[in-house]
């Protein structure tokens, strides 16, 4: 039971740029989040989904996307990576009578 | 809205103390739900203690139990017999109604001497 994993745990890219942070969840779980953390600021929400085809934007939703086509799977999308989007960014899921479990983290870099 | 706040940007404390770290929230939604993490040097996201809005008992994980005061909007956390494993970042956090997303607050920063 690997839980919540996300891939990549670093990335650099350049200003511009575009990627996709994946997540998967193998608990079947409904929902599932992104949420970015910087210094000083706690964990802001990015988008949230609660459950297949469904998705809504949360507290800093510009400059990304997301889509959920499975149950599983939850990518978080940088259309043009800014600087301002260095960050590191946690995917969590929970399901209607579990905690929230979060994945081990992606650490990005804009350059 | 929702909104979390910890007043305490970095705790000291001596191993084997009991300390309290604060958190106030403010919510509008009837029920709603209050968690603590923790957050070691190594970045990882540790569920420590869950707190439903309707729970009539402090919920108590271990060494770890969370004060709550609905009154007040209080939802501190106090790790008795702290251990040098426990230095690390610990976030409050609360669930909208619905339970979809958690709205963090800024954590608390522990360092535990020996």
């Known amino acids: 039971n690997a839980g919540v994993t996300q891939t990549p745990k670093f990335q650099v890219l350049k200003t511009g740029q575009s990627m996709t942070l994946q997540c998967a969840q193998d608990m079947n779980h409904e929902y599932m989040s992104w949420y970015r953390q910087d210094p000083g600021m706690g964990l802001r929400l990015i988008h949230y989904s609660v459950g297949a085809g469904i998705t809504d934007q949360g507290e800093v939703p510009n400059g990304y996307n997301v889509s959920r086509s499975t149950t599983e799977d939850f990518p978080l999308r940088l259309l043009s990576a800014a600087p301002s989007q260095t960050s590191v960014y946690f995917c969590?899921?929970?399901?209607?009578?579990?905690?929230?479990?979060f994945g081990s983290g992606t650490r990005l870099t804009v350059v | 809205a929702q909104k979390i706040t910890q007043t305490q940007p970095g705790m000291f404390v001596q191993e084997k103390e009991a300390v309290t770290l604060d958190c106030t929230y403010d919510?509008?939604?009837?029920?709603?739900?209050l968690f603590w993490y923790k957050q070691p040097s190594s970045g990882e996201m540790i569920f420590l203690i869950y707190?439903?809005?309707?729970?009539?008992q402090n919920a108590t994980e271990g060494r770890y139990s969370l004060n709550f005061q609905k009154a007040r909007k209080s939802a501190n956390l106090v790790i008795s017999a702290s251990q040098l494993g426990d230095s690390a970042m610990y976030f409050c956090?609360?669930?909208?109604?619905?339970?979809?997303?958690?709205?963090f607050g800024t954590g608390t920063r522990l360092l535990v001497s020996p």
């Open positions: 956090a609360m669930t909208n109604t619905g339970f979809q997303k958690l709205v």
């Open positions: 707190q439903g809005s309707y729970d009539q």
């Open positions: 969590a899921s929970r399901n209607q009578n579990d905690g929230y479990t």
């Open positions: 919510t509008s939604d009837p029920s709603y739900g």
